[in-house]
């Protein structure tokens, strides 16, 4: 039996396809790689390839443009403004959905996922629709001379609007996961419900908070459809690195464009390398 | 990086996407006595907290997609309607809707096998293949046009040049949706019970067979969470494709594209309309697969 | 009178678990909450604690009505079934976790810590994780954690629950020690009746919601309320319309005034005791004797004896049950 249905074998591992076909596994494996290789290794090595041609030098000068270090420092303030928001209103929603039960749980539940669905363009638009000039709030912020859209404030809210459910998803199933015995112990033993937080519950679900954050860094430092529509596209004032590439391309400045994408994509697989780090402590404390 | 709807922390790699019907918000914890007494001692607290998460939610979602909706029948339905069917529109529409599809399912396909690879098969290399299969989630949607356009623009090194044609549209697309089915299916496929196919393999089922009637159903909710997710996400695209495709109107226009050229052209309400179509579509997408997977839950 | 429960009822939806419950747990006493799951003893002792609370009645703790106080108000130390330790912390910290909250100069947590961890003989450990421990060191980290707030009342859900057998006894006995010791008040949440038996001064059994019986172990057992508690705290067997516990039943080869004719059925010999299975009128009994009384006796299955409850409470059997039950 083990040998004909090729269950059990010698690693451990149960191999029911593929053992007597290895046709079909070498098959399904050429498929897989070939198609991978073709949509994404080959396109990013070309980028990789084409970024770094002459050099780290062109690239380090492309940078260090006053436009480009602008472009950095905007992109840093609106994701990391972006992040902090998403971040308190990422715990503070997983708490209540976990720990609480209120009557429109199960909405806000759905609610949260809404941003998902959204395409981009229709974020910057509704945005627009409600906190430009002519929108619905429009008057009542000029009067208060504030200006939302077409400057940072309204780019942070962009931001915010795309990665507003990486927090919530990333934390809410470490906590229903941990249960809430050691919170009310903690409680018996005296504390308050805001030191129960602080050196309880916060303590065990950082890794899967730090999770969340960088997720939503890593989001937030590479929106673009949302924050070309609300951005004023103010050359060293309004342009996040995202689109200080369009803007570049556009004036057919390639190598600054391909050394600013070449940038993003090395903090994105960055991103990806600590994120997986974080999941897998996070998943052994739980 | 986007995480589809309702993912948990998981043994699946990456930041990935779960098949997970029930988020883990929808039961109670534990025994139902320890969910009660949550509520006991801090209801003040709970309606502060409640409050301000939805002040955050309205002000930064409801009340803008609201907006949106309200924008775009504020002159009428039947102005709703023509600035939906313009031929621009609506061929930008059909566009959008059919090579979205397309590629949901190619990448369907694609995806379960990637998944079955990357689950049942070893090789020298995985651990890489297996990071970085997120990363379409992680790069920013113009970088992914860069990236794409480096290799199959016009300065391609392999003469294959598919700027301006809808084949770019295509490519752009399963290029972002890549990772959906992947991460859907992977979790499920971790998880399933070996026992089943080793029965089913003691009862004369060719591998095949097996993979087709015992396996496979057990995949197909995952699978349409992740087509789902993928479709809803394709048809909103805009950085790559805008890139990719060069946007030519009747030919290469999806309707992302189209509705910021309204914008631009302060055509608000035609944006708004073409907006809640968009918006209509990908809701009722992810409305009926739940509905199917809750259907195929109590079935199953 | 250390904590007076009066006509306490709760409810969980369609499930009430309390139901009109009374209990005064006196100064001083390990109290056990004896019953089977769903009895209402956890929720008792939630109640007791404030982490639940009641739809209707009150909780005095030392006279002072705690109904309405928060947990973190009645200074009482609770010890979970599955301890809930502080995963990040270390042992000491755990323990000391209730006197930082306080604001405890370090100096006295430091010498308060120490202290317990002689107690509970955890003093090599103080800088591992809960994860590092075993189940019953993480046991006794949770006892120390709790008394180091020194507590009115100390409340132990099923605490030797989730640890094995040998590891459990050797609890038992220690905290039976250590409450010597330490007279604080304890209540002590279990389903074990051997272990509150051993364990308690007083028994409160609980089944169904509600109060079935008070007293001392040896007080429940001998004379117990009614035929639930008798079956639930000790072996039964039926002697005619009777209930009666198997080993007040006597065999003799000769007949006596109310002995009743049985035919032994089987004999099983278990050390010190010994179990004869007869038929009673066509009903199956069993009776529970010393080697002694037996080795005076021919027990072979088919042999005639006469079988007479020789002392002991007897209850009358409820006409339903039919057969023995060994509980």
Known sequence: ?286 | MSLPPNSTIDDASGPGAHARSASPTSDPPAPSWWAQRSGENSRGGTSLGLGLVTLYLSFLVLIPLGAVVWKSQSNGWSTFWHQVTTPEAWDALKLTLTISAGVALFNLVMGTIIAWVLVRDDFPGKGAVELFIDLPFALPTIVAGVVLLSLYGPRSPAHVNIAFTRTAITVALLFVTLPFVVRTVQPVLIELDRDMEAASASLGASPFLIARRIILPNLVPAMLTGTGLAFARAIGEFGSVSLLSGNLPFHTEVSAVNIYNQIQSDNPVGAAAQSTVLLVIAFIVLFALDRLKRWGVHRG | MSIQVRHVTKRFAQFTALDDVSVDIPTGSLTALLGPSGSGKSTLLRVIAGLDSADAGTVSIEGSDATHLPPQRREVGFVFQHYAPFKHMTVYDNIAFGLTVRKAGKAETKSKVNELLELVHLEKFQTRYPAQLSGGQRQRMALARALAVEPRVLLLDEPFGALDAQVRKELRTWLRRLHDEMHVTTVIVTHDQEEAMEVADKIVVLYDGRVQQVGHPHDVYEHPANEWVMSFLGPVTHFGSLLVRPHDLDLAHEPSDGALPATVVRVTRLGFQTVVDLDLQGGPIYAQLAREATDRLTLEPGTLVYVSHARGDVLPAAPAAAADSLL
């Open chain 1, 1 to 286: 039996m083990a040998s004909a249905s090729g269950i059990g074998g010698s690693d451990g591992t149960v191999q029911v396809c593929g053992d007597r076909r290895p046709v079909a596994r070498y098959g399904l494996r050429f498929v897989a790689l070939g198609y991978l290789l073709v949509l994404l290794a080959a396109p990013v090595a070309m980028v990789f390839y084409r970024a770094f041609q002459h050099g780290l030098g062109p690239i380090w000068s492309a940078l260090t443009t006053s436009e480009a270090r602008s472009a950095i420092e905007v992109t840093l303030i609106v994701a990391i403004s972006a992040v902090v928001l998403n971040t308190i209103f990422g715990v503070g929603t997983a708490l209540l959905l976990v720990r609480r039960r209120f009557p429109g749980r199960h909405l806000l539940d759905v609610l949260v996922d809404i941003p998902q669905a959204v395409s981009p363009i229709v974020v910057g638009l509704a945005l627009i629709l409600v906190y430009g000039k002519f929108g619905f709030f429009g008057s009542w912020i000029e009067r208060n001379g504030i200006k939302l859209i077409f400057s940072l404030p309204g780019m942070v809210l962009a931001t915010a609007f795309v990665s507003l459910p990486l927090v919530v998803r990333s934390v809410a199933p470490v906590l229903a996961e941990l249960g809430d015995e050691q919170e009310q112990a903690a409680r018996t033993l005296g504390a308050s419900s805001w030191q129960t937080f602080r050196r309880i519950t916060l303590p065990s679900i950082r890794d899967a908070l730090a999770y969340g954050v960088v997720l939503s860094l890593a989001r937030s430092l590479g929106e673009y459809g949302a924050v070309t529509v609300v951005s004023g596209h103010v050359l060293g004032k309004t342009l996040t690195l995202t689109l200080f590439i369009d803007e570049r391309l556009e004036n057919f400045d390639q190598p600054a464009a391909y050394s600013a994408a070449v940038l993003l994509a090395i903090i994105a697989m960055g991103s990806l390398l600590i994120s997986r780090r974080l999941r897998t402590r996070s998943r052994s404390v739980a």
